[in-house]
């Protein structure tokens, strides 16, 4: 079984290797990230994406822009190193993974003592650590999932979660892989994902070059397909994680967790714990952002619509917990009710 690795360390280490996942699934292109500009356009264009994957070549774009520096005093490399953090955490606001990951290596350059080349070795020890941890992290993940996938299945997500948004095998994804190596029979449908097609273009993708079953099918032809009952769990990933287990994640996914609930269906979530973000009390809370409208106006240089048309461009909208039957993370399966944050919401690793 071939899984893709999404975000990595060049050969040289004096820059971030992502695959551009713009070109696929025509072309496989990997580029290299030398600058912060290369890192936060990478970002905002999902050249590189994924919660965890944008936190990942973020902390590892960090360390490249200031490799540049270390001739810099130690006050004014770790003033710059602030001022990158805010300005890669600021490219895409809502996923918690990004500024989570820069607030965690800010953390590093201040604490670390020394010179900037000193600064910079630990800051590049950090970055590395993000990107293990996350491989650990998705294994765990599918450890936990793959319990809650049937020996015959069929499995529906949405958007990408897997081995292209992550360091490792994937959050929502990973309980496939894993059934996969245990010899399960799991067949997924995975939504295209309008406007971006991240599960046509992506999903598909990475699940043939792994060997695994996969149907394309267009977002709103799921509740139909739950209907007649060919689907029988939804595992999708998040973005952000409310103390209160709501949970944003890709638009279309809260469509989907209303079906599965008229339906009956397991509705599951995957994400890493450091998704949960508790200083945020609820999804009203959570800041959604809004993309570029030529998204959805044009495809190819081509429109689809009237150019006088306005358009609702969200990338991703907010279930409420009271919808999610389980929340998958690296620590274990946590049901309802939810209270992250609280010494009662405890993860049943057992699955």
Not at 65 to 71: D, I
Not at 132 to 160: F, K, Q
Not at 218 to 242: K, Q, Y
Not at 284 to 312: F, Q
């Amino acid at each position: 079984m071939t899984v893709v690795e999404a975000v990595r360390w060049s050969g040289e280490g004096d820059a971030v290797e992502i695959i551009d996942q713009r070109q696929l699934p025509n072309e496989l292109v990997r580029r290299e990230l030398r600058t912060v500009d290369d890192v936060c356009d990478a970002i905002l264009t999902l050249s590189v994406r994924g919660a965890p994957a944008i936190g990942i070549a973020g902390a590892m774009g960090l360390v490249v822009a200031l490799s540049r520096l270390t001739e810099d005093t130690r006050e004014q490399f770790i003033a710059a190193a602030e001022a990158l953090c805010d300005r890669i955490g600021g490219v895409r606001p809502t996923a918690v993974n990004l500024p989570w990951a820069m607030e965690r290596m800010c953390g590093i350059a201040r604490t670390t003592p020394g010179r900037p080349r000193e600064i910079l070795d630990a800051l590049r020890a950090g970055a590395t650590a993000i990107l293990e941890e996350d491989r650990a992290m998705c294994r765990r993940i599918g450890e936990h999932g793959v319990e809650l996938i049937p020996e015959m299945a069929s499995v529906l997500t949405h958007c990408n979660a897997g081995a292209l948004a992550t360091g490792g095998i994937g959050t929502a994804l990973a309980p496939i892989y894993l059934a996969k190596e245990q010899g399960k029979r799991v067949h997924v449908f995975a939504n295209e994902t309008r406007p971006l097609l991240q599960g046509s273009r992506l999903t598909a993708w990475e699940l043939t070059q792994a060997g695994i079953d996969v149907t394309v099918l267009a977002d709103g032809m799921a509740a139909s397909l739950m209907r007649g009952g060919a689907i029988d769990l939804v595992i999708v990933g998040a973005d952000r994680i409310a103390a209160n287990g709501d949970v944003a994640n890709k638009i279309g996914t809260y469509a989907l967790a209303l079906a599965a609930r008229y339906h009956d269906i397991p509705f599951y979530v995957a994400a890493p714990k450091s998704t949960v973000d508790v200083k945020t009390a609820s999804g009203c809370d959570i800041t959604i952002e809004h993309r570029d409208g030529d998204e959805l106006r044009e495809w190819n240089g081509r429109l689809l619509m009237p150019a006088k048309a306005s358009v609702y461009n969200p990338a991703f909208d907010v279930t409420p917990a009271e919808l999610i039957t389980a929340i998958i993370t690296d620590d274990g399966v946590v049901r309802p009710p939810y209270a992250f944050g609280a010494s009662g919401n405890s993860a049943d690793a057992g699955g």
